[in-house]
């Protein structure tokens, strides 16, 4: 039953860091993608003679919606993957109780199944 046991769990856990990895590196693209487009805003009013907020505004804002999508991604990511664990760890603590009990009452019975009488 331990192997059992021990197999689901890896199949549970299986996709987990696709979740993981995703929550930990959207933010850092999302940031990439915010430097990016800001070095390209300089780089453009590098070459003006003069400039004011109407022409920068709305470049840097573009870039910076970058950073809005990575959170926008990590930010689910990360709370299905805490909640996820979650829940296979409550399910692995229950399993190993009942595994637990099994084996004590087996051990008590010599090995027989409970008689109907004493399910109730």
Not at 48 to 60: E, G, R, Y
Not at 78 to 94: G, K, L, P, S, Y
């Amino acid at each position: 039953m331990e192997e059992v046991l021990a197999r689901e769990l890896a199949s549970l856990n299986r996709h987990l860091s696709l979740l993981a990895t995703t929550g930990s590196a959207a933010p850092f693209i999302g940031l990439f993608g915010t430097v990016w487009g800001i070095m390209a805003t300089f780089q453009v009013l590098g070459s003006m003679k003069s400039a004011n907020l109407q022409i920068l505004a709305p470049p840097i804002a573009a870039a910076l919606i970058a950073t809005a999508a990575g959170l926008a991604v990590a930010i689910p990511a990360v709370v299905a993957f805490n909640a996820i664990t979650a829940r296979i760890d409550e399910e692995h603590v229950a399993t190993e109780n009942l595994l637990n009990r099994l084996a004590h009452h087996f051990s008590r019975s010599g090995g027989s199944l409970p008689s109907p009488a004493e399910k109730a």
